[in-house]
């Protein structure tokens, strides 16, 4: 029975893989009008018709005060990528948006330089005319030998897809900022390591000059002083004053977590470690003191050097590397979640979305989704549940890596409690709706904004972007950091908005809810009608101008409210208003919401099911809902107590474990960085992901992948594959025997797609045992990849598999047979269709995945069936009860034969899932069948 | 250590009766592996309804819970083996002790009285009549108990006045004489006559024998019913199931289920009776035993049927509880207890407290 596409796999079994499927040419009459791009050799999809480079790529620039702003590398570090992108140009352009003055230097009343911890400006910026679109992401780094302390640095996202850049707006904000947390953390803690040394330097000198000192007044006293004399006093000043300077520099960088944390007795070590730390500083202030206790004894000693009068500061001094400013570990980190990101928002926009609203979906399925669904996805589900439960069906969606991987719930593990994320997303949530009173004043406002006007505008924009300098642009100031770095930042940020603001700041200066409460409510006042707007940020209009020489042609974006209350806003009393959004954020007016909108899954999806919503949102409210956990620790304390009693249930899960333990770790390492405790939460996220969630990421793609094609490779090569995936899909262990390991590896992997899971954890499978099988294998692995020795050794193999052959099936890849229970279903020769057209491994995949996702639909169904599964009345006989069953499973769900045991058998892996506890503390049984079994052959 | 995976000295196969992977009549099809031990599993006690304990040779008794199979308790203690008879209370104080057992002693307990504050333990009564060890004694009510020793006797005791209702020395066998040829052969394979266990209701005795399953009716004096290979190996541990099944475990590492099934008059099998029918030269006899087995064919008027049988452990199953609600409990050699259940019945079960749940949840609607 070896058909067309058999002799296809026999044949092509190696080189078949992912070759692109050539169709023989239509007729002329048929054939569609070829892509106008097509000669370029892209496909209808791409929008790289005028872009000069091949994909979407990452550009860190730097606006370096000696040469102007330059590119400094790219990710993918390949010139193929960028091919002739004039990154030179671009580099100009991105530096040239950031709006933001970075304020450092002697503020007015102060007596000393002042840090600011300016908050990084988030920008969506484009040129037609390049083709190009950007998300940039301006940050500003601390470099003791740069102009006011500062270097402005950029990160920016380039793409030839405005819609990728403008929809993924806020999943790229989160992203992007956690490389740069992860960037402003090692440099922080670099700035300060410089701060000692030139501390160091600065002592030496004094007491080098004071030795001088002391010699020139011995051998001179006559009772007034030589010039000489007079010179070195005002050296030794300027070095006093100096010392002074940088010692409060130190202070202020140090103080940087500890603002953040302050009142927040989180009852972990970390925490009593930062404010160790913190003492620690505040004993340090003393320079000598600090020499002598030597607090970081891990570094390598320094020697003193002495330190010229003359300022050091000179034009062909080189300037440090993005890697010294940032410390190696550091900037390898960022690096590494920079190519994360890469990878992540790699492909066409819409499979991005796609690949999102079906994480979203998948994540509202709860009771069934541990099944077939990767367990890497699933692992959020955790906390997505009870969040699900606290707060909103959930819209929540975070690329492949949400809560479990990212940083945020590991930090909070380590301060003792795991589920206090969720708990913040609650106060975060009070807290909106506090909010919601500003939402409601800037919404009446923004209705006296004429919609229309803006859309002109937009369309002028659209229509005029012929010019390169056309653009548009995206101011957005990330709320998480607004509500994390609020003080100092806030500040800074608010200063050129308005002079009440200012004046409202000094009076509350370091009120954590106050503060973010004037943000709110001031940068939407302000910023939302054009003037002001204009007025307020000054420099980016003007630098913009420059540009676009016409400013009615730029369009810039308040963003001001953030991305997440526009969420808020939309779900909450403007979800059937979209105009009143659309003006709200001038955005969506342009090409009905096709172009705009920052959160348009939300908006679309919102209407069109009602019930999928922009999991992006639920993506920064959680993200905020970390940072509000710490700020607004003073406020509501209970906050911390909750979340402290959630610990335990999650205590005993192993990813959990390994998180903390790695967070510890993290925070060992950076003992010496008294800078952060905020920032070692991003340097955790930045360093897991790497390790863990970015290769998990694209790995599972590939395996998905490969698994795919070498499943579609066992249904077309095996005419007995329906029985075993029969055996697989009813929880009957299917032992793969063979004596090459690496062909029984991947068959196991292929088959795996079909087996279901007993919960969140790893599938069980089993891809390669060598010792004879044991009652325990069979409970505990559904697919078991067995080696097939030779030796008399195998004997006992062999004689184990025999005697327990009726828990198993057995695929012999040696002799091509299959011994295993008789299948006559229908279900699995649609899953598995040896005839099948799909020609890739993906495509399969996804076929497998929506067939099982149906069955995991009926499944439901018959689990939750209260007359099925429950007597009707008292003495209803068990076989009235089981006739039921059968008839619904038959009538209703239309399974025939032995497809009733495929969702019987998913009907009680839902109902002992559905029944555990807390995850993980159920027992897997082993239910099985005494029926005969046949042996297939080829 | 295996059994089955030696392939030498393995007692000859394919004679014990066996089943195929149909069992209709198997209720038990779910299992659930419990792994808490570290030796052998020796001994389960049934504590009430749900609770039952195991105790095994690495000194360890776990009490567990058979409904949600969780440890309940887990204690360390010293046991104290050999010929001695320990009298313990509940705070494992060893109370008295007595030794030197090799016969069927009776024993009294006396507890302390007024007189004496002190537990004792008195020999009442000493029965000298087994001729080899005994392996087993079961009450059957009030009046009566069973013994069985190493050599196959079965004796049928008094417990008022300590006399012998009956004395079965191979009882079944038909030839009595037996050279003394063939007393060696049956030296060799002595373990096949001993007697380990018995369990009885009111009208049988049944009777691990060997490798085989005896039913001894209490009334009639005599086998009704035997299965002369019931299992590779010595059976371990019988019992009795209310609706006429019997459980047995074995050296082999397995379990069967049976059903004492009346006997069609004229359809039946011949009961091969005697025990040396499965030495291979019991069919030297058959002809002599043409009459004996003729008269006998009146009187076994039941059989045993496999209906089922429960493989899981990889060594010997030592021994098993039955439990009405929670199914079976076996434990092994192989360190492993085992919880057999049927799997409709759990899967019921799971349903009900399913929707238990959701009614706690309030997520239970009921709609028209």
């Known amino acids: 029975m070896i058909s067309a596409p058999d002799v296809v796999a026999f044949t092509k079994e190696d080189e078949y893989e992912e070759e692109p499927y050539n169709e023989p040419a239509l007729p002329e009459e048929y054939s569609v009008p070829l892509f106008p791009f097509a000669s370029q050799g892209a496909n209808p999809w791409s929008k790289l018709s005028g872009a000069k480079f091949s994909r979407d790529f990452i550009l860190i620039s730097e606006f370096s005060e000696q040469v102007g702003p330059q590119p400094l590398l790219t990710i993918p570090n390949d010139t193929k990528v960028f091919g002739t992108f004039d990154l030179n140009y671009f580099s100009l352009r991105i530096m040239s948006v950031d709006y933001q003055a970075s304020f450092v230097g002697h503020p007015p009343g102060s007596a000393y330089p002042k840090l600011n911890f300016v908050e990084d400006s988030k920008v969506v910026l484009g040129d037609s005319k390049e083709g ?603 032992v793969v025997l063979g004596e090459d390991e690496a062909i029984v590896r991947k068959l196991v992997t292929a088959l795996s797609i079909f087996v279901p899971n007993y919960g969140r954890y790893a599938k069980p499978v089993k891809h390669w045992v060598s010792s004879p099988l044991h009652i325990l294998d069979f409970q505990k692995w559904k697919l078991i990849g067995l080696q097939r020795v030779a030796s008399p050794a195998s004997a006992g193999t062999l004689h184990a598999l025999s005697r327990y052959s009726r828990y198993t099936s057995i695929l012999d890849l040696d002799n091509k047979t299959l011994r295993c229970p008789l299948y006559r279903g229908t279900l699995v020769p649609r899953l598995a269709d040896h005839r099948t057209q799909i020609k890739r491994g993906s495509t399969y995949y996804l076929h497998v995945q929506s067939m099982l996702t149906q069955l995991c639909a009926k499944a439901f169904l018959y689990t939750f069936c209260h007359h099925l599964q429950l007597p009707a009345h008292d003495k209803e006989t068990e076989e009235l009860r089981a006739s039921r069953q059968a008839s619904f499973l038959k009538l209703d769900l239309g399974l025939v034969n032995e497809d009733a045991r495929v969702v019987q058998y998913l009907a009680e892996l839902l109902k002992l899932h559905y029944l555990q506890e807390s995850p993980g503390t159920g027992h897997p049984m082993l239910r099985f069948d005494y029926v005969p079994s046949f042996l297939y052959k080829i | 250590m295996l059994r089955w995976l030696i392939g030498g000295g393995r007692e000859p196969q394919g004679l014990a009766e066996t089943i195929g992977e149909e069992q209709t009549q198997n209720p038990y099809t779910e299992l659930l592996v419990l792994k808490a031990h570290h030796d052998i599993v020796r001994f389960l006690v049934q504590l009430d309804d749900y609770r039952f304990a195991s105790a095994g040779d690495d000194g360890i008794v776990i009490v567990w819970n058979a409904q949600c199979l969780t440890i309940l308790q887990r204690l360390d203690v010293w046991l104290s083996g050999g010929n001695e008879v320990c009298v313990w209370n509940r705070k494992l104080d060893l109370l008295c002790k007595t030794c030197h057992l090799s016969d069927t002693v009776i024993f009294r307990l006396v507890a302390p009285t007024d007189e004496s504050l002190e537990w004792d333990i008195r020999e009442v009564k000493r029965l000298l009549d087994h001729q080899d060890n005994i392996l087993s004694l079961v009450n059957v009510n009030d009046l009566s108990f069973v013994t069985g020793s190493h050599v196959g006797e079965l004796i049928i005791w008094d417990a008022l006045d300590w006399t012998m209702q009956a004395y079965e020395r191979n009882f079944w066998d038909p030839a009595p004489q037996l050279d003394t040829q063939q007393e060696i052969k049956l030296c060799q394979k002595l373990t096949d006559i001993s007697i380990h266990h018995f369990t009885c209701d009111e009208e049988n005795v049944f009777a691990a024998v060997g490798r085989g399953l005896y039913v001894y009716s209490l009334q009639m004096k005599r086998v009704i019913a035997c299965q002369k290979t019931a299992h590779d190996s010595s059976v371990l541990h019988i019992a009795k199931l209310p609706n006429r099944q019997l459980i047995s475990c074995s050296e082999d590492g397995s379990v069967r289920i049976w059903e004492l099934r009346e006997k069609q008059q004229l359809a039946a099998e011949p009961v091969p009776t005697g025990f040396f029918n499965m030495w291979g030269f019991g069919r030297v006899n058959k002809q002599a035993n043409q009459p004996v087995k003729k008269q006998q064919e009146n009187v076994t008027s039941c059989s045993l049927e496999l209906i089922g049988d429960l493989i899981g452990h990889s060594s010997s199953v030592e021994m098993f509880l039955y439990f009405e609600d929670h199914g079976l409990v076996t434990c092994s050699a192989d360190h492993l207890i085992i919880l057999w259940k049927n799997g409709e019945r759990e899967s019921g079960l799971r349903s009900l407290k399913l929707f238990q749940k959701l009614e706690e949840n309030g997520d239970l609607y009921f709609t028209v």
């Open chain 1, 132 to 734: 190009a679109f950007a998300y940039v992401h301006h940050l500003t780094l601390y470099d003791l030998e740069a102009r006011g302390f500062v270097r402005p640095f950029c990160m920016a996202y380039i793409s030839a897809d405005q819609h990728k850049i403008m929809q993924q707006f806020q999943e790229l904000s989160a992203e992007f900022s956690k490389a740069s947390e992860c960037l402003k953390t090692g440099n922080r803690k670099a700035f300060a390591g410089e701060l000692e040394k030139k501390l160091k330097d600065l002592d030496y000198t004094r007491t080098v000059l004071h030795t001088e000192t002391e010699i020139q007044k011995k051998a001179n006293d006559k009772g007034f002083y030589s010039s000489q004399a007079i010179e070195k006093a005002n050296e030794l000043a300027s070095v006093e004053k100096s010392i002074i300077e940088h010692q409060d520099l130190l202070k202020q960088i140090r103080s940087y977590p500890h603002r953040k944390s302050k009142g927040s007795d989180l009852c972990s070590g970390e925490m009593e470690q930062t404010s160790d730390q913190a003492d620690q500083v505040s004993s340090t202030s003393n320079p000598d003191e600090s020499a002598e206790t030597d607090l970081y004894t891990c570094r390598p000693a320094y020697t003193p050097k002495l330190i010229k009068a003359k300022s050091t500061k000179c034009f062909d001094k080189k300037l440090k590397t993005l890697e010294e400013l940032c410390d190696t570990e550091y900037f390898t980190q960022t690096l590494a979640q920079l190519s994360h990101i890469e990878h992540m928002f790699r492909g066409d926009l819409c499979y991005l979305l796609t690949s999102q609203i079906d994480r979203a979906l998948l994540k509202q399925q709860h009771i069934t989704n541990f099944l077939f669904e990767d367990f890497v996805e699933v692992d959020d589900r955790v906390v997505e549940k009870q969040e699900n439960v606290s707060s909103k069906p959930s819209e929540d969606q975070l690329p492949s890596r949400s809560l479990g991987e990212c940083p945020i719930p590991k930090v909070l593990i380590s301060v003792g409690s795991y589920k206090s994320s969720v708990e913040s997303v609650l106060i975060k949530m009070e807290q909106e709706l506090g909010d919601e009173e500003y939402k409601d004043a800037e919404v009446a406002e923004l209705n006296s904004f004429d919609p229309q006007e803006n859309l002109d505008y937009l369309d002028m924009d659209m229509k005029g972007s012929v010019s390169s300098g056309e653009s548009i642009e995206v101011l957005g100031t990330e709320k998480s950091t607004s509500v994390l770095s609020k003080s100092d930042s806030q500040a800074s940020l608010t200063v050129p908005l308005s002079p009440q603001v200012i004046r409202s700041k000094a009076v509350s200066h370091r009120t954590i809810s106050e503060d973010s409460i004037e943000v709110l409510s001031t940068c939407p006042s302000e910023a939302l009608i054009p003037d002001d707007f204009k007025a307020s940020y000054p420099s980016a209009i003007n630098e913009e101008e420059s540009y676009a020489g016409d400013n009615e042609g730029a369009i810039h974006f308040q963003a001001s409210t953030s991305p997440p209350e526009l969420g808020e806003t939309e779900e909450g009393s403007l979800e059937n208003t979209p105009s009143q959004i659309d003006s709200s954020c001038c955005i969506g007016q342009e090409s009905d919401g096709q172009l705009g909108p920052f959160s348009p899954p939300a908006h679309t999806h919102y209407d069109e099911d009602g019930v999928v919503s922009s999991p992006p949102q639920s993506y920064r409210q959680k993200d905020q809902g970390f940072h509000v956990d710490f700020t607004v620790e003073n406020a509501s304390p209970s906050s911390r107590d909750n979340s402290c009693e959630g610990f335990p249930a999650y205590e005993l899960d192993p990813n959990h474990l390994l998180a903390s333990r790695d967070v510890s770790k993290t925070s060992l390492d950076n003992y010496s960085d008294t800078t952060s405790y905020v920032s070692s939460v991003a340097s955790t996220s930045s360093d897991r992901i790497p390790s863990s969630a970015h290769p998990s990421c694209s790995s599972s793609e590939r395996h998905k992948k490969r698994a795919g094609q070498n499943a579609l490779k066992f249904i077309r090569q095996y005419p007995f594959a329906h029985p075993a995936i029969y055996s697989l899909l009813s929880g009957r262990t299917l």
